[in-house]
């Protein structure tokens, strides 16, 4: 049997340094390259030792623990124990990752005469399994199973982070309330010329049953002047309280928004509840959130003007002083 050493040594110094890189991105540290470059050397180092008889003594479970600990100590040094163990956990839950989908996918392609063919039973009546994978087949699973946990990874931080933005909101007009789940935007600042109100955007689906019924699929193709004037014939009670908002799209011309005027409206983000009367509620004819997360975009000054309104009312509030006796 002829073994190449030094295309072993490579492709376990590659495999290596993948498991670091994506250790550090899981961890949300920065890496220092030559300590990188190390770390994957001694890796590599270890499995070539594999070949030398006079070194078998390595490999056993605590050399081999000992090793990863060695090469985290390069790569990302000591900064604590609880930041190590850390560090530790999400180093071995990436490799078992990358070990059990290259054992999934080399299962999931074999057929079942290949897949009996490697079952054999011992005399004891235990059962063993014959594994037999190819290096090439190893090597480009390895890397193709850590994108994709790289590539879910993300999209869960991604997830994670919008969910620090959104809040619940209510909308009150009259006896009619209007819930649904908000997400502040911060770079939001469409606000109506004339009154300087923030507009918050919702689907317009949260309000068809308290809108015409032909608003709900006209809204998204037709200009909103072209229904506001058609008012004069079908009866809204909520006449009076329609604006017509302009603003400009990306890659589009200035055009106008439907918007109304509600009595109040309430953001409730992180415990917090933020009122405000000085809102209109822009209503959106298509979808705002495709994965359905979220129906109004939250403008930033509901909750900041909201907060200092707050904050000034409680501090306006007449404080009780102490009675001197005499």
């Known amino acids: 049997m002829v073994v190449y050493v030094d295309l072993i040594f490579l492709t376990n110094l590659c495999m290596d340094g993948a498991l670091i890189g994506l250790t550090a991105w899981m961890r949300q540290t920065k ?12 890796g590599a180092l270890y499995v070539v030792m594999m070949f030398v008889p006079q070194f078998d003594f390595l490999f056993t479970f605590l050399i081999k623990f000992g090793f990863s600990l060695v090469m985290l100590s390069i790569a990302f040094g000591y900064k604590g124990l609880q930041a190590f163990v850390r560090t530790l956990g999400t180093f071995y839950v990436i490799n078992f990752v990358a070990a059990g989908g290259i054992l999934g996918v080399h299962y999931m392609l074999q057929s079942s005469g290949e897949l009996f063919n490697g079952i054999w ?11 037999k994978i190819a290096f090439w087949f190893t090597f480009i ?20 982070r919008m969910t620090t933005y959104l809040g ?3 909308v009150y007009i009259d006896e009619v309330v209007v819930s649904c789940t908000g997400l502040l ?27 015409p019924d032909s608003w709900n699929s006209r809204l998204k193709h037709e200009s909103p002047e072209n229904l506001i004037m058609e008012l004069d014939q079908n009866h ?11 603003y400009r799209g990306i890659n589009k011309g200035t055009a106008f928004m439907l918007a109304i005027r509600p009595d109040r409206a309430k953001v409730t983000m992180d415990g917090t509840d933020y009122v405000t009367t000085k809102v209109l509620i822009g209503l ?23 907060a200092s309104a707050q904050s000034k009312a409680q501090s306006a509030e007449p404080t009780e002083k102490p009675l001197n006796v005499v």
Do not use: C
Not at 31 to 42: K, T
Not at 122 to 131: I, P, Q
Not at 188 to 208: A, F, G, Y
Not at 236 to 246: A, E, S
């Open 121 to 131: 039973f011992t005399a004891s009546g235990g059962m063993s399994f014959d594994l």
């Open 284 to 306: 959106d004819g298509g979808i705002l959130s495709s994965d359905g997360k979220y129906q109004a975009v939250i403008h930033p000054e509901l909750v900041q003007e909201a």
């Open 168 to 170: 619940q909101v209510e």
């Open 236 to 246: 809204f009670r909520w006449q009076d309280r329609l604006r017509l908002v302009p």
């Open 31 to 42: 890496l220092v390259w030559w300590r990188w470059l190390l770390s994957a050397i001694v």
């Open 185 to 211: 935007d911060t770079g939001n600042q469409l606000t109506d010329p004339l009154s300087r109100m923030p507009v918050m955007v919702m689907e317009v689906s949260l309000w068809q049953a308290m809108l």
């Open 141 to 160: 699973v390895f890397f193709a199973v850590l994108i994709l946990f790289k590539i879910v990874q993300g999209a869960k931080r991604k997830s994670d």
